[in-house]
C-alpha cells in the first residue's frame, strides 16, 4: 500500500459520519447493506449517505454491486487489511511479533 492510498482511507475514517457508516457496513460482512437500510438504522438523508458512500468508495474501503434494483455496500476486507499491514509494517523491527501474527493468519485464509 502507497502512503496515498492510506491517506485517503484515513481521511475516508476520519469524520464520523461516514465511520459510522463503514461500521455498520463492518457489522453486516458480506452481507452488506442497501442505502434504505443504512438511512433507516442511522436515521441520516440519503443525499448525505451518498456524498459520504462516495468517500468510502474512493478510498476503497467500501465494494458495491447492483442486485436487481438494489446497490448492496459491502466492506472491502482485502484493502482493510492492506491498511493494517501498512501500519504495522516492520513491527517490532522485523522481528517476529504477537501484534503482527493474527494478521498474518487471517491474510492465509
Not at 482511507?9 to 437500510?37: C, H, M, Y
Request: glycine letters at 6%.
Amino acid at each position: 500500500m502507497k502512503n496515498t492510498q492510506a491517506i485517503s482511507a484515513f481521511l475516508a475514517l476520519g469524520q464520523e459520519t461516514r465511520l459510522n457508516v463503514f461500521r455498520l457496513i463492518v457489522q453486516r460482512g458480506d452481507k452488506g447493506l442497501t442505502p434504505s437500510e443504512i438511512i433507516e438504522k442511522l436515521g441520516i438523508p440519503n443525499a448525505t449517505l451518498s456524498f459520504h458512500l462516495k468517500d468510502l468508495l474512493d478510498a476503497e474501503l467500501l465494494l458495491v454491486e447492483r442486485q436487481s434494483r438494489n446497490l448492496i455496500y459491502r466492506p472491502n476486507a482485502e484493502q482493510v487489511l492492506k491498511l493494517s499491514e501498512f501500519l504495522l509494517d516492520n513491527c517490532c523491527g522485523g522481528k517476529p511479533c504477537s501484534l503482527v501474527q493474527p494478521l498474518q493468519k487471517a491474510k492465509a485464509k
